[in-house]
């Protein structure tokens, strides 16, 4: 299978392009975060998405907890999609689409353990699709994504196989065990941020490994 590839972190136009002209189809754009790599100003945020052709999904990866935050946050940024990043605790993700009815909504699941499967499975009712990935929101300051921890992808196969929505895989991915990865989970797309950079940016060898191993 070919998965759709997801490159978080982009911090320019410039590194927006070569991520697309590697052949990715969607971008990941961090705004405020209490931790994690990758955060950049939402004015930046704007800018990338407004250049980016129409085929590329722009994720806004948000760590607004109510549907009032997200959507204010949203406005400063204009993606065509919105990566939650942290469980919403006013309002719910069907409150939020009717909010933004154009826009895409990707639910985070931080997969630790068998709680995490059931846990999917619920927001995959109301979410567009769903990321994997190996934070950790109950620490005293959360960890939300850009760990570069891989989590059990036994469980992420358990999520993908009764999810009825598209699954994208994140945590740890690099050259070297992205096809053990799509090979065990099957997911619709993969994500990844510190498994193709050198000292933040992005490294074109190691991306173009990296697209080479994900599409063998």
Do not use: Y
Not at 60 to 83: F, K, M, Y
Not at 128 to 153: F, I, Q, Y
Not at 171 to 183: D, F, H, M, Q
């Amino acid at each position: 299978m070919i998965p759709r590839i997801k490159i978080c972190c982009i911090s320019s136009i410039e590194e927006a392009r070569f991520a697309v002209s590697c052949g990715a189809s969607a971008l990941g754009l961090v705004g405020n975060m209490p931790s994690g790599p990758g955060v950049i100003p939402d004015d930046v945020i704007r800018d990338i998405a407004r250049a980016l052709p129409p085929p590329v999904a722009s994720f806004l990866l948000t760590s607004e907890t109510t549907v009032d935050g997200v959507c204010i946050h949203h406005a400063r940024t204009h993606t065509n999609t919105i990566q939650l990043v942290d469980d919403l605790t006013d309002g719910t993700i069907a409150d939020l689409k009717r909010r933004l009815p154009a826009v895409k909504i990707v639910q985070v699941i931080h997969v630790r353990d068998e709680r995490s499967v059931d846990e999917a499975l619920r927001m995959a009712e109301q979410a567009d699709a769903l990321l994997l990935d190996s934070g950790n929101p109950l620490l005293s300051v959360k960890e939300l994504g850009g760990t570069g921890r891989v989590h059990d992808w036994s469980l992420s196969r358990a999520i993908v196989e009764r999810s009825p929505v598209p699954v994208f895989l994140a945590g740890g991915l690099t050259p070297e065990n992205v096809r053990a990865a799509i090979e065990t989970v099957r997911p619709f797309g993969i994500d990844l941020c510190s498994g193709v950079r050198c000292g933040g940016k992005l490294d074109p060898g190691k991306l173009e490994s990296f697209f080479r191993a994900a599409w063998m």
